[in-house]
């Protein structure tokens, strides 16, 4: 059974079921990379005062040195047998140094430890999700402009409203993904690096001496020091909620929980607008699956896996919101349950970033179909008619919305052009038979509202 890094106090050994329940090495070793940039810069902080020799943390530094580089090359291989992943990379340390291995916990806890580990996770996490984002920005505003200029029915309630380009409907998904790029990016700025906590109540250390270490450490790692910038390590005063903050980790989740939102809606609508009654746009075959029955069929899985994930996403902010709320200050065990939904969350969000922009880059749009339902429905232009009433027979909103509201029951599904001017004009006098067909125009409605910049975008 692996080395512990505490025990001193018992007599018997730990009972295997604990052993077990207790065990998070199977989702913990994700932090492997990071435990060892913290032991690399808690050495040095040791060696600055005074708790190791040179010589010591010399060979300390290139024991660490040797795990990091397998971490890198993806050769590292976790002991399942360990506790976590830092008594592992302990345990680890140990068969190459020796008993010098016991002087790295010095004025150290696996709390602190392990907050330094999540820390800088989620610091390179943010990153990538973000970079992902902005990956998806880019298809989705690459489809606005090659797309530009196409005309679909705008929807509230599900119900036709009012016709709008296809350009602005993608674009505003863009925009919903540019508020999640600047909401990771602000809790990201929040997480500073928490480094001198101990268990709860600070050590006998300077906070100035891990400030130093932290920042030769990021003057040389130039990759790490494009993530952080040098923080005021925390003190004594504020060690206490140091160690039992997990305020980011639920800022991070619920991030990814209103992202995972945004690409379910996105989703949803081109899983409906694929449909045989809708027929707006047609996945392609390599983002689609079949049925083992029916051999016609042409499935959205990956759009509704998307759909789908958004409800783990919820549960994840939900699992961790519930597990802390009822804690006392400051670490419980209980806060070892953060990062299967933690990790869990990333994961998902980051596979979904990855799948989609080749798929909307790849979606085929199919105008035809698209002008046939604006063709087929004349209610559509009712809003159009309206202003027409306002502004040309210069009669006030509310009676020009109840004429308008009249004429389309009075039409009973038929269309303008097959009613006879009597029975418009039974409806009102201001209407005019020619004057509504000419209003029914796509590209004159779009246009007609002038609120609304449209223009093709960079990319």
Request: hydrophobic share 40%.
């Amino acid at each position: 059974m692996a080395k512990k890094l505490w025990g001193g106090r018992f007599k018997k050994k730990t009972e295997p079921l604990v052993e077990e329940f207790t065990r998070s090495i199977d989702y913990d070793k994700k932090l492997a990379r990071w435990d060892v940039l913290g032991s690399i810069i808690h050495v040095s902080v040791l060696r600055k005062s005074g708790f190791v020799t040179v010589k010591e943390a010399k060979r300390l530094q290139n024991a660490l040195d040797k795990i990091s580089k397998q971490i890198d090359q993806g050769i590292f291989k976790a002991d399942n047998t360990a506790e976590d992943i830092h008594t592992d990379i302990q345990n680890k340390l140990e068969k190459e140094v020796g008993s010098l291995v016991l002087k790295l916990h010095t004025a150290r806890s696996r709390n602190d430890q392990v907050l330094f580990d999540l820390k800088f996770y989620c610091k390179f996490e943010l990153l990538a999700v973000m970079g992902l984002c902005k990956d998806l920005q880019i298809s989705l505003l690459k489809a606005c402009n090659k797309y530009f200029g196409i005309i679909i029915p705008g929807y509230t309630h599900l119900q036709h409203a009012q016709l709008v380009l296809l350009s602005d409907y993608l674009r505003s998904y863009e925009e919903m993904l540019a508020r999640d790029v600047k909401r990771l990016e602000n809790v990201g700025k929040s997480i500073k690096l928490s480094l001198g906590a101990g268990a709860l109540a600070g050590i006998p250390i300077k906070a100035g001496i891990y400030n130093e270490a932290i920042k030769e450490y990021l003057e040389e790692e130039k990759e790490f020091a494009k993530v952080f910038n040098v923080e005021k390590s925390v003190d004594v005063s504020k060690s206490i909620d140091t160690v039992s903050d997990r305020d980011f980790v639920i800022e991070i989740l619920s991030a990814l929980s209103i992202l995972g939102m945004h690409l379910s809606r996105l989703a949803e609508d081109l899983i409906i607008w694929s449909t045989k009654e809708f027929g707006f746009v047609e996945l392609d075959d390599a983002f689609a699956t079949g049925s083992s029955l029916m051999p016609q069929k042409k499935n959205p899985d990956v759009l509704e896996l998307i759909r789908g994930y958004t409800g783990t996403l919820n549960g994840n902010l939900m699992s961790v919101l519930t597990m802390l709320k009822g804690l006392p200050l400051t670490y419980n065990r209980d806060m070892q349950l953060d990062k299967p939904p933690l990790f869990g969350s990333f994961e998902i969000i980051e596979r979904e970033l990855k799948v989609l922009p080749r798929l909307i880059e790849t979606l085929k749009w199919n105008k035809k179909a698209i002008d046939a339902k604006i063709k087929d429905d004349e209610a559509i232009y009712a809003t159009d008619f309206v202003y027409h009433l306002i502004q040309k027979k210069k009669i006030p909103f509310k009676t020009a919305h109840d004429i308008v509201g009249r004429l389309i029951q009075k039409s009973g599904g038929r269309k303008i052009a097959d009613m006879k001017e009597e029975e418009i004009k039974n409806v009102s006098d201001k209407l005019d038979k020619k004057e509504l067909l000419g209003l029914m125009n796509p590209v004159k409605s779009v246009a007609s509202r002038i609120s609304v910049e449209r223009k093709k975008l960079k990319t």
